[in-house]
Every structure is written in structure tokens, then in C-alpha cells.
């Protein structure tokens, strides 16, 4: 693995349902961001993680769960999909973000197309 | 809240210029980032500037005025692979630091 990798590239999910998106990165960063992209609207940010251990909430977090076990991998879950949640969730993981500066590039997978019905 | 306006779409010539406007009034600045996505693709890191001034890498370069809340993204000698959504984004501190996006700028090169 070079970078980072999301899991799985497209989905079609019944509204109800449970789902987990799977983030994982391989460049020891610190920091991890989980975001939604929705036409006219950008990026939106949903959960980060400055570190292993710690999550917070985005600007849009309602719906939506995460968990930071180990440095590497940053799922997020929705716990009973909802139409409003069809979206092209993007994660994405920096060197940190509690210096500033160009530690706080972000680095970003290729995203999970979700269609919720 | 936060406000970072930058134009919807932007259409230009190969071999032209364009710039791509960004204002923002945001509390917490720590500088302003420009990524570039194409359709169906994750966006990708191109420039930071933090200070003001002009930041020159290859054809594309990045300005920053803080006092005027304002950056532009310059292209130049346009090919037609820079068809692309642009995307400014400014680097905010709270309790630590975190990107807040615009709705990006579409540009279409043509031939």
C-alpha cells in the first residue's frame, strides 16, 4: 500500500441499514479527516482524529461514528443510512494539525461513492 | 461561521491565463491552501501560502493578501489536462487546526 486507501469504491445501500467506510493510510500520519462532498456544497467535514485514541466532531457529524483503534486505519460508520447521507465521502489523513503550517497538507484516498434508497 | 467564496465555473483557451479568484472572512487564519480534483478523482495538494505575496511553482502560481481576505490561483500556458474543479481552502485554528473548504471552481479548457 502507497498512501491511502478506502474501502469499498461504490456502494448502494437501503436506507435503514448500517454501514461501515473503511480509511486506511500507510504514511504514519498523525491526523485523519473523514469528509462528504456534495455538488455545490465542497468538502464538508464530518469526524477527525488529531492522534490514535482521539476523535472529534466536523462541521456535519450527525448520522455519523468513528473510531481511531490504531494510527493506520479510520473508520466511519452510519448507523441507520438515510437518503440525505448519498454522498462521495472522502478521507484523508495530514502529518498533524496542532503546529500549523505545511504539516497540515492533507493527503486524501479516492474516495466511496454511496447511494442511499 | 465561516465564508470562503470563489467563482462556480471559469471556461478558458489552451495556451491562455486564468485566474481563479478566493475571498474569505474566516476567524482563526493560519494560512490558505489550493488543491486541484478532477472529475471522478480525489483532490490533490498544489499550493500553501501563509505569508502575503506571490508563491511561482511551474505554470501554476498562488497569491495572499490576509488583510484583504483574498487569494487567487494563477494558470498559466492552460493545457488541456487543467480541466479541473480548484478548490481553496483556509487553514483555521480553534482548539487545533482544521481545513475549511470552498464550493470549488470548475474550469474547462478548450481547444
Excluded at chain 1, 36 to 51: A, C, E, K, P
Excluded at chain 2, 54 to 59: A, D, M
Aim: glycine fraction near 10%; charged fraction near 15%.
Amino acid at each position: 500500500i502507497a498512501g491511502i486507501t478506502q474501502a469499498p469504491t461504490s456502494q448502494i445501500l437501503a436506507a435503514g441499514r448500517r454501514m461501515t467506510l473503511r480509511c486506511t493510510q500507510d504514511m504514519r500520519h498523525n491526523a485523519m479527516y473523514w469528509y462528504r462532498q456534495d455538488l455545490g456544497l465542497g468538502l464538508r467535514l464530518i469526524h477527525y482524529s488529531n492522534t490514535a485514541g482521539t476523535t472529534g466532531k466536523g462541521e456535519v457529524p450527525d448520522g455519523y461514528s468513528v473510531s481511531r483503534a490504531n494510527t493506520d486505519d479510520f473508520p466511519l460508520t452510519l448507523a441507520s443510512a438515510v437518503p440525505s447521507q448519498t454522498s462521495v465521502y472522502f478521507c484523508a489523513s495530514s502529518d498533524g494539525s496542532t503546529t500549523g503550517g505545511l504539516t497540515d497538507t492533507q493527503y486524501f484516498g479516492p474516495g466511496t461513492r454511496l447511494t442511499v434508497l | 461561521g465561516q465564508n470562503i467564496d470563489q467563482p462556480t465555473e471559469m471556461t478558458a483557451t489552451e495556451g491562455a491565463i486564468v485566474q481563479i479568484n478566493c475571498t474569505y472572512q474566516t476567524s482563526g487564519f493560519n494560512g490558505l491552501f489550493w488543491y486541484q480534483q478532477h472529475a471522478g478523482e480525489a483532490p490533490t495538494f498544489l499550493s500553501y501560502n501563509v505569508l502575503d505575496g506571490l508563491e511561482e511553482k511551474g505554470r501554476f502560481s498562488s497569491f495572499l493578501s490576509r488583510s484583504k481576505g483574498y487569494s487567487y490561483l494563477l494558470l498559466k500556458e492552460l493545457q488541456m489536462k487543467d480541466s479541473a474543479s480548484y478548490l481553496c481552502a483556509v487553514l483555521l485554528r480553534s482548539n487545533d487546526y482544521k481545513l475549511s473548504f470552498g464550493a470549488g471552481t470548475t474550469v474547462t479548457v478548450r481547444a
